[in-house]
């Protein structure tokens, strides 16, 4: 086993075996990593794909159902309290995936520092979310709500600012913002996507780790701050998000049941949400392309481990999983169900399966943490020695793991209130699965917890600092890369140029 032991020098390699390579390499050529993948997503595509997997359409449309159950002051609350949890799980996977960039992302990293059983959890959490990056393109909207002749401010905050739901007096007020504390959940995501991205990122050290620390703002900017705009610009009352949440009018999970939307045709502003439905349509593409890319490294990241069917770590020359490509894209054509009014509360079902799983992924990250964070404990790690640490640790991990587990458990609690079966699978099924194949690959396979002695700490970070010391130019900066084709006579030594390297 390749291990920092306990007892040697911080830093210090002790390995039994040479690192593992995927082909033939001629000696002194250097990997970009242990297997086919290749390392060319720079920072500018890393922003916008975070970017990407994060904003989009349920900002935007999916956020009208939490509006409608809880208020305007619940919403907002809901959604800054979730992105605080989310910003701890953040805290720790963006350490472990800075020091550990690896395909398959925190798949893998689960199964090397926790049990291979932990890992296979995940297979069952696959994302089939369709997020984008709309908000940009919607902010040129939102900016002309400012010339219309309407008082703007807080006065949906004034009368029902946290709504009653299902119950009356107090107790209604808090089920109204656990139905926007749902909502938040479903809405507010971010650390995976730079987790999945670190196995094909060019400098991952870098690029990776500016990324994550990014990834607090945007919580701020695009998600506390969308729910905070949403109260403004809608009452939670409104006849038509009333008609479309509640089924008396079609529309929903459409650009219909926008907020947005509904409160331009309140205003008279005929052109703009016709506009705002075809600027979705794009963003549902840019979804497809992050959450595809995604789900694909997460089978690739699977079968690496031995989790998955041999057959699914072909990869073409260009270093595309190719068979996992195949099977991701099967998937898609559950979008079809949106098609018939009746078939639609599938999807309804499919999106609080989804929602649970990621609350699970995020659950998994911090167990992680702990896991690696109990391992440099014991084998003497200097965790300053690593490329990104998080701050309060591992107390953020154990107030992250504490919360997402409140969350998956008391998600479905309305299945309880009257009891219903298939509520309760709707909501629970997932819950259900995890443990099941986790037990079960753990009986099979005959896999153990590992110790904290036991955790190997080196596992590719060799491969990884010989990749970033091939480099000769500095780091680019977000808009250097950006304008950079505009900047041309300043460029012409090109940029992030290195040395050879081998993928």
């Known amino acids: 086993?390749?291990?920092?032991?306990?007892?040697?020098?911080?830093?210090?390699?002790?390995?039994?075996?040479?690192?593992?390579?995927?082909?033939?390499?001629?000696?002194?050529?250097?990997?970009?990593?242990?297997?086919?993948?290749?390392?060319?997503?720079?920072?500018?595509?890393?922003?916008?794909?975070?970017?990407?997997?994060?904003?989009?359409?349920?900002?935007?449309?999916?956020?009208?159902?939490?509006?409608?159950?809880?208020?305007?002051?619940?919403?907002?609350?809901?959604?800054?309290?979730?992105?605080?949890?989310?910003?701890?799980?953040?805290?720790?996977?963006?350490?472990?995936?800075?020091?550990?960039?690896?395909?398959g992302g925190f798949i893998r990293l689960a199964g090397h520092f926790v049990d291979d059983a932990f890992g296979v959890i995940l297979l069952n959490v696959l994302a089939i979310r369709v997020f984008g990056e709309a908000e940009f393109w919607l902010s040129g909207g939102k900016v002309l709500l400012i010339f219309i002749h309407d008082a703007y401010g807080f006065r949906n905050f004034k009368h029902n600012a946290f709504k009653e739901y299902r119950s009356t007096g107090s107790l209604g007020q808090f089920e109204g913002f656990c139905a926007a504390l749902w909502s938040a959940s479903f809405c507010v995501t971010g650390p995976e996507y730079l987790s999945m991205v670190a196995g094909e990122a060019r400098r991952p050290r870098i690029y990776i780790k500016n990324a994550f620390k990014t990834v607090y703002w945007r919580f701020a900017l695009f998600f506390m701050g969308g729910a905070l705009a949403v109260g403004i610009v809608l009452s939670s009352t409104d006849p038509t998000l009333t008609a479309i949440i509640s089924g008396e009018?079609?529309?929903?999970?459409?650009?219909?049941?926008?907020?947005?939307?509904?409160?331009?045709?309140?205003?008279?502003?005929?052109?703009?949400?016709?506009?705002?439905?075809?600027?979705?349509?794009?963003?549902?593409?840019?979804?497809?392309?992050?959450?595809?890319?995604?789900?694909?490294?997460?089978?690739?990241?699977?079968?690496?481990?031995?989790?998955?069917?041999?057959?699914?770590?072909?990869?073409?020359?260009?270093?595309?999983?190719?068979?996992?490509?195949?099977?991701?894209?099967?998937?898609p054509c559950l979008a079809f169900l949106q098609v018939s009014n009746g078939s639609n509360v599938v999807l309804g079902w499919l999106i609080n399966l989804v929602t649970a799983g990621g609350v699970i992924n995020y659950w998994v990250m911090c167990i992680t943490y702990i896991f690696f964070y109990r391992a440099c404990k014991a084998q003497g790690l200097d965790r300053n020695t690593l490329p990104y640490k998080g701050w309060f640790q591992p107390y953020s991990a154990y107030l992250g793991a504490a919360w997402m587990t409140m969350i998956v458990f008391c998600y479905g609690y309305t299945s309880f209130a009257p009891w219903s079966v298939s509520n309760?699978?709707?909501?629970?099924?997932?819950?259900?699965?995890?443990?099941?194949?986790?037990?079960?690959?753990?009986?099979?396979?005959?896999?153990?917890?590992?110790s904290p002695l036991e955790v190997d700490l080196v596992w590719e970070r060799p491969v990884i600092d010989n990749y970033e010391m091939t480099f000769i130019d500095p780091p680019q900066s977000f808009w250097?890369?950006?304008?950079?084709?505009?900047?041309f006579w300043r460029h012409s030594k090109g940029s992030d140029r290195q040395m050879s390297v081998s993928a």
């Open 1 to 103: 086993m390749t291990s920092l032991r306990h007892g040697g020098k911080v830093g210090e390699y002790v390995s039994s075996e040479p690192i593992a390579r995927t082909d033939s390499r001629e000696e002194g050529e250097v990997l970009e990593n242990t297997d086919h993948l290749h390392r060319r997503l720079g920072n500018r595509q890393i922003q916008l794909m975070a970017i990407g997997g994060t904003i989009g359409t349920a900002l935007f449309v999916s956020i009208g159902g939490g509006l409608y159950k809880g208020g305007p002051g619940s919403l907002f609350l809901a959604y800054t309290i979730y992105a605080c949890a989310l910003g701890l799980v953040n805290n720790s996977i963006a350490e472990l995936t800075t020091a550990y960039p690896v395909s």
């Open 424 to 450: 309760f699978f709707i909501y629970y099924t997932l819950l259900l699965v995890a443990p099941v194949t986790y037990f079960g690959w753990k009986l099979i396979k005959r896999t153990r917890l590992l």
């Open 249 to 331: 009018k079609s529309g929903s999970g459409t650009a219909a049941a926008s907020p947005y939307v509904i409160a331009m045709a309140n205003m008279g502003i005929t052109g703009l949400p016709h506009l705002v439905s075809a600027l979705l349509v794009t963003s549902i593409f840019s979804a497809g392309n992050t959450y595809t890319f995604c789900a694909t490294r997460s089978l690739y990241g699977l079968a690496i481990e031995g989790r998955a069917p041999k057959a699914l770590r072909y990869c073409t020359k260009s270093g595309v999983p190719l068979v996992c490509f195949g099977i991701v894209m099967v998937f």
């Open 480 to 487: 250097s890369e950006m304008l950079g084709p505009l900047m």
